[in-house]
């Protein structure tokens, strides 16, 4: 009991600290750009540990080590995707959005730009983007909040739908009132948190095994296919569809809007090269680790886990690991992985709604305050229905990440990269790709054709709808053409 009251006060002053934040940020926050974008002041390594830590959230923490926990390497495909995506995505796209979305009216949204871009008069461009982000974000976050559970419920033994409300409560207080800056600041913090986390527990579980090699030589006689990323647990060759749809993983970091608006909020282009080597430190380590956390707990623990409780891999080695005080400050890491994310995917969503529907559709004259006051509702709305949708506690939280993953990758990556790089493109051709791009992953998914990852045929299949119907389509204007020429120059 002594025990779990320490760890319980290490988290009610980690909770304490991050609400401190955002009542800090609630000050400073005074219009839409604000509430959005913190403005487009933030520095490189506030944009860079901010944009991972919103990125790999509870799932890095919990739902990888539990796949590499039964898989061993094979979860190690996942890792090389994610990490062969973080780089083109700070490499190719950060820059560029930058500036085509300042260029463009500058936009606070991922709808909002690709309006702008293209002079959309009908607001198509901006509600049906927000349809799709509402509809994933909304998922996405209920993965969120299912790992928030599980954390509570192992920890402290708390029924699981409290220990929801208890992680969802302290995500939109902060988030509900801070925005973006409040975000942006306490992902910074939790970032650096998840760094250490992630790298000391399979670190000292291994010391406690007695050393790299000996912990080498126990996970080979415990399954020697987990070191052979080719080989499945059980004995069977993992297929070509299986390698692709691991790696692409990759190829959705170019439409996840909780990511892409951090390069949107930099403070200078001249600060990606920068925020760009500490993105890609934070992550190739760190999704390492994690893929080291699972095979090490797979020999270390003696009480095997099954089921879903795979995904508690992490949080079962920290209790038996470290003194209390320690394990508190670690497992605040997970609470900081769920957190950040959670609340970047409720603000993206609130801001969907708030200024590419409410706005458009239903209050065009509305004012900045009125604005920020409908976004800050909405966060409460969106929250309430991903916590119900978190109340199965026999999810999976790397399979609700997946297909969220999937449907922002598919409807707005190609979508993104066609704007940014192809002049040729249309608004209907964008229009297009999200719409095909969204629905065939939420189609594919019902059927699991060829056992192929829907993140692909969706990206595949929205890129081409975006080509052929643009060349269909008579070519932008001059003056479109015009402003971004300058921006490209």
Avoid at 275 to 301: D, E, F, K
Avoid at 373 to 386: E, M, T
């Amino acid at each position: 009991m002594t025990n779990d009251l320490i760890i319980i006060n290490t988290f009610v002053f980690y909770i304490g600290a991050m609400m401190a934040i955002g009542v800090y940020y609630y000050r400073r926050t005074k219009n839409m750009s604000d509430y959005f974008l913190g403005n487009r002041k933030l520095g490189a390594w506030v944009t860079s540990l901010s944009a991972e830590a919103s990125d790999m959230s509870g799932w890095m923490l919990m739902g990888l080590p539990g796949f590499a926990y039964v898989a061993g390497l094979n979860a190690g495909w996942i890792a090389l995707g994610l990490a062969l995506g973080t780089f083109a995505n700070w490499k190719f796209v950060a820059a560029r959005l930058r500036q085509y979305t300042e260029a463009a009216n500058n936009s606070l949204t991922l709808p909002d730009f690709l309006q702008n871009r293209y002079k959309d008069t009908s607001g198509l461009l901006r509600i049906i983007p927000a349809i799709f982000i509402l509809i994933f974000f909304i998922l996405y976050a209920s993965s969120g909040f299912v790992a928030a559970g599980k954390l509570f419920e192992t920890v402290f033994g708390l029924p699981y739908e409290l220990a929801i409300f208890i992680g969802a409560g302290s995500v939109v207080f902060y988030t509900l009132v801070g925005g973006f800056l409040a975000v942006s600041r306490t992902d910074f913090i939790q970032g650096v948190m998840m760094f250490f986390a992630i790298l000391i527990v399979p670190v000292c579980g291994a010391m406690m095994i007695g050393g790299f090699g000996e912990t080498i030589t126990a996970i080979e006689n415990y399954n020697e296919s987990m070191f052979h990323p080719f080989i499945k647990p059980d004995g069977t060759t993992i297929g070509f569809i299986e390698i692709v749809s691991l790696l692409a993983w990759g190829i959705g970091y170019f439409g996840q809007p909780h990511i892409l608006v951090r390069f949107m909020a930099i403070n200078s282009t001249k600060e990606i090269p920068q925020a760009t080597n500490i993105a890609m430190t934070w992550v190739t380590i760190s999704l390492a680790a994690a893929v080291g956390v699972g095979m090490v707990g797979a020999v270390y623990l003696s009480t095997p886990l099954e089921g879903t409780n795979t995904e508690t891999v992490f949080l079962a080695m920290t209790n038996e690991l470290f003194p209390p005080i320690i394990a508190g400050l670690v497992l605040s890491a997970v609470l900081a992985a769920i957190m950040s994310t959670a609340s970047s995917q409720l603000l993206v969503a609130a801001s969907a709604f708030a200024n590419d529907f409410y706005h458009m559709v239903l209050r065009k004259d509305a004012d900045q305050k009125e604005l920020v006051w409908i976004s800050r509702a909405s966060v409460l709305i969106i929250a309430s229905i991903s916590v119900f949708l978190a109340f199965n506690p026999d999810s999976f939280i790397l399979d609700m990440v997946a297909y969220a993953w999937a449907g922002f990758g598919a409807a707005f990556g190609p979508a993104i990269l066609f704007s940014l790089f192809w002049k040729r493109a249309t608004k209907n051709g964008i229009i297009a790709g999200i719409i095909v791009g969204g629905l065939t992953v939420l189609i594919w998914k019902q059927f699991a054709l060829f056992g192929l990852y829907e993140i692909v045929p969706g990206f595949i299949f929205s890129s081409i709808a975006i080509y052929f119907v643009s060349l269909m389509d008579k070519e932008p204007d001059a003056d479109i053409l015009k402003t971004f020429d300058q921006v490209d120059q």
